[in-house]
């Protein structure tokens, strides 16, 4: 299995415009996950889905993020407008119910974000 | 407010020598706990973990162990290896049907040659 794919791996842009961040979660997993790391907070759960239903969006900053499902193995976490805080590295993780491991997480590489 | 911690930004060990990484957390609901080993440029992937009612768990040179009562847990390496260099992250967990962990801000481990 390939594992969890995110694009793009980096990500520069302006402050204001768009930015679209996407993830393939691996297959048969039914829990995605996305994720912000920065050197003062860590690791922050933004938001998780279950069989492509938002469960827990309360780990979202602002109104300016959006995260989206449309299918079992497609997600994007959009930024609009972007701002120069939002600069961080996006994961995003999947999980099996009832996998191998009690709640393992698999993580994607990141995408690193750096909004000027 | 953080819920899981780690105080330790930072930790050098000389290879070979024990590596001890520590984790506080606040909310005594939770049951289950991870630890994630971070590579630059990669995603953090899982290395062991430990549910409350247990206070050790052991996988080769890793062991975890959790005191309930003071609400901390740490993470022994022994022996400490170069290739055990990275960002480690503790995680908490409580079920409720969300598998949604709360991580720490990491420790990054430097295991010197």
């Known amino acids: 299995d390939a594992g969890v794919i995110q694009s793009p791996r980096h990500e520069v842009t302006e402050m204001g415009q768009e930015v679209t961040l996407r993830c393939k979660p691996i297959?048969?997993?039914?829990?995605l996950f996305w994720y912000r790391q920065t050197m003062m907070r860590g690791l922050e759960l933004l938001i998780y889905?279950?069989?492509?239903?938002?469960?827990?969006d309360s780990g979202m900053p602002e109104d300016r993020f959006s995260a989206k499902m449309p299918n079992a193995s497609f997600s994007t976490l959009k930024i609009q407008p972007s701002e120069p805080r939002d600069s961080a590295v996006y994961f995003c993780?999947?999980?099996?119910?009832?996998?191998?491991?009690?709640?393992?997480?698999?993580f994607g590489p990141g995408t690193r974000l750096t909004v000027l | 407010d953080q819920q899981v911690k780690q105080n330790s930004p930072s930790l050098s060990v000389q290879e070979g020598r024990i590596s001890i990484l520590n984790c506080d957390y606040t909310?005594?609901?939770?049951?289950?706990f991870l630890w994630y080993k971070k590579y630059p440029a990669e995603g953090p992937t899982f290395l062991i973990s430990?549910?409350?009612?247990?206070d050790k768990n052991e996988d080769g040179r890793f062991t975890v162990f959790l005191n309930k009562s003071a609400k901390h847990l740490s993470l022994h390496i022994v022996p400490s290896q170069p290739g055990d260099s990275a960002v480690y992250f503790c995680?908490?967990?409580?079920?409720?049907?969300?598998?949604?962990?709360?991580f720490g801000t990491g420790t990054r481990l430097k295991v010197l040659a």
């Open positions: 993780a999947s999980s099996l119910r009832g996998g191998t491991t009690y709640n393992e997480q698999f």
């Open positions: 297959s048969g997993h039914d829990y």
């Open positions: 889905f279950n069989n492509n239903v938002p469960i827990d």
């Open positions: 909310n005594s609901m939770f049951d289950y």
């Open positions: 430990i549910s409350s009612i247990k």
């Open positions: 995680a908490a967990s409580r079920y409720s049907g969300t598998y949604k962990y709360i």
